[in-house]
């Protein structure tokens, strides 16, 4: 005998019980339209509402039950090169531009994440800046080292204005914070700025300061925030993770501690990064940490001080062009938590929905990749 | 053959004998003369940079954290190789053994880093999908890499990556950067168990 499927089990089962339904006398109508009462009240439904009470979308509830009231794409980390150089980065920021103007509906501005250049050159900021500028939605930028340590930024604020800035949005206060600031660690040892550039450029190159924001930052963050109320949905932009993952590659902030203080009060924190070139997941107390892919190539992960909320994506594969890298959207929900979608070019998307950081860990679980990790 | 013939040819060898010697001499003289030439040039510029020699290593020491060989002390304690000429170990071979090996691993880091010491022409060097060699897994092969249709060492890996990400022209096996790459590569993998076909 040929073996049913459970889905066709499933619809005869269902076909079986509305006729039996339809053929029902008096007695077994009554008792029957009883029970569903009860099931009604039971969900907490008042009569005279319907009596099939449908559960929709599982999906709803797992996203936490209420649409994102917006939605904003993200590009990141593209280290170009100019294009006789490497034309590979180039082409990768141009997917990521493509992919970006392609959403339909538009998403409300597009943020980029950092590191725009690879060794900070004027013709590298200037190809970037010239790229960008086909995006159809506003543009943020914010600052990596990659474009800082070449001239300190100057040719950064030409191009692209102030480093630090805030901006409200449909309820939700964006700031963006230049969290790469090092300690003078050139000047001792004489170094060019090109040196010095190449230097910071190394992510494991020890000569290097650990970034940092700064007493300076620090006391405009506090000002800039000093008008919010506690329960303003706020969201940091940072270039590194305001926090302490790991310090050989200046995975790191070191001063994050003050600015996480600072962010204290807030009911709901989400703060976005770039510089790690990954899927990475991290809650600390109310603030939500999540980071940027890169459109140039992918970072492993770090051997020690992972957090634990990060389910890591499954190891780049190197004969696969761009594996690992992408771009993506995040969904901000009224209460100022996000969705973070990690669209990676070659895989499957990864939504890391806003109920797994708020459950710290426990529902709305990204699916774990089932290839090799690292 | 007569006596005077035997005399004869004695005196012919010996004289040849000793234009052969004082020729010889003749060639270790005139080679002595660049050669301590090059000697004083030598001198002089190790008293002027006492520790260039040293140098880049200690450098590239100082930007990159290097796993050191393993400690061969325990060879120098108790009875170890007594009465055998190449079992007895001293301090100065240790010192040795360590700075040499050292030396290829700091000099493979330097290549390492180096987008042009790879050889590479789009500005890509290896620490950048692989810092301090962050999964590189050396442990890993000899394995079968499909997309190369053949079991894969170490070495065509790196190979591999060269001409691809790092866009350069592959190494010879025994070419002294694919050697230090290698050693590299390995030493910071130091402690992690051989796994060989792991994907």
């Not at chain 2, 360590?98 to 789009?122: M, P, W």
Request: aromatic share 8%.
């Amino acid at each position: 005998m040929k073996r049913k499927s459970v889905e066709t089990e499933y619809m005869e089962d269902r076909a079986a019980l509305y006729r039996s339904l339809a053929k029902l006398d008096r007695r077994s109508f009554l008792k029957v339209s009883a029970a569903a009462a009860g099931a009604v009240l039971a969900k907490g439904l008042v009569p005279p509402h319907s009596f099939a009470p449908v559960s929709v979308a599982q999906g709803a509830e797992a996203a936490g039950a209420d649409k994102p009231a917006f939605r904003f794409a993200y590009i990141s980390d593209s280290h170009l090169y100019e294009r006789k150089i490497n034309d590979r980065f180039v082409r990768a920021l141009l997917r990521a531009v493509e992919d970006v103007n392609a959403l339909d509906p538009q998403p409300d501005f597009v943020f980029y994440g950092g590191d725009l250049a690879q060794l900070g050159q004027a013709a590298e900021l200037e190809l970037g800046a010239q790229i960008l500028k086909s995006v159809k939605a506003p543009l943020k930028m914010m600052v990596g080292e990659h474009d800082w340590y070449l001239d300190m930024g100057e040719r950064w604020r030409k191009l692209f204005g102030k480093p630090t800035y805030s901006w409200d949005h449909k309820g939700v206060h964006f700031v963006v914070l230049m969290s790469v600031m090092e300690r003078d660690f050139w000047t001792k040892r004489g170094l060019t700025p090109m040196e010095r550039m190449t230097t910071v450029a190394g992510l494991d190159n020890g000569m290097q300061s650990p970034f940092m924001v700064g007493e300076k930052q620090r006391q405009w963050l506090k000002n800039d925030l000093s008008r919010l109320a506690d329960n303003t949905p706020l969201i940091v932009f940072s270039h590194s993770p305001l926090y302490k993952l790991y310090k050989n590659w200046n995975f790191w902030t070191d001063d994050a501690e003050e600015v996480q203080a600072i962010l204290k009060r807030f009911e709901n924190v989400v703060v976005i990064h770039g510089h790690t070139h990954q899927l990475l997941t991290n809650r600390i107390g109310n603030i939500h940490f999540h980071g940027l892919l890169s459109t140039a190539w992918p970072w492993p992960y770090a051997p020690q001080g992972m957090p634990e909320l990060t389910i890591q994506m499954s190891r780049p594969d190197p004969f696969n062009p761009n594996d690992g890298c992408g771009d993506g959207e995040v969904l901000v929900h009224v209460d100022g938590l996000i969705d973070k979608v990690y669209n990676l070019w070659n895989r499957n998307p990864i939504t890391v929905a806003k109920g797994y950081t708020a459950s710290s860990g426990t529902k709305c679980i990204p699916p774990k990749p089932n290839r090799p990790g690292y | 053959m007569s006596p005077d013939a035997r005399k004869a040819l004695v005196v012919l060898v010996s004289v040849l004998i000793a234009v052969g010697i004082w020729g010889c001499a003749e060639q270790v003289e005139t080679d002595q003369a660049p050669k301590a030439l090059v000697q004083t040039h030598m001198a002089q510029w190790q008293r002027k940079n006492p520790d260039r020699a040293a140098q880049w290593i200690k450098e590239e020491k100082a930007r990159h954290k290097i796993r050191p060989p393993a400690d061969n002390r325990h060879l120098l304690t108790g009875d170890q190789g007594k009465g055998h000429v190449y079992g007895s170990y001293t301090e100065r071979d240790i010192l040795m053994w360590a700075r040499e090996t050292e030396k290829l691993v700091v000099e493979g880091s330097r290549i390492f880093h180096s987008a042009k010491l790879l050889g590479g022409t789009v500005g890509v060097s290896c620490d950048m999908c692989h810092p301090d060699a962050a999964n590189t897994h050396p442990e890993t092969y000899p394995k079968f890499q499909a997309q190369m249709g053949r079991v894969a060492l170490l070495r065509d890996m790196v190979n591999w990556c060269i001409e691809h990400p790092v866009r350069g022209k592959g190494l010879a096996a025994d070419d002294p950067r694919m050697r230090a790459l290698e050693a590299y590569i390995t030493a910071q993998r130091k402690g992690t168990p051989l796994e060989y076909g792991k994907h």
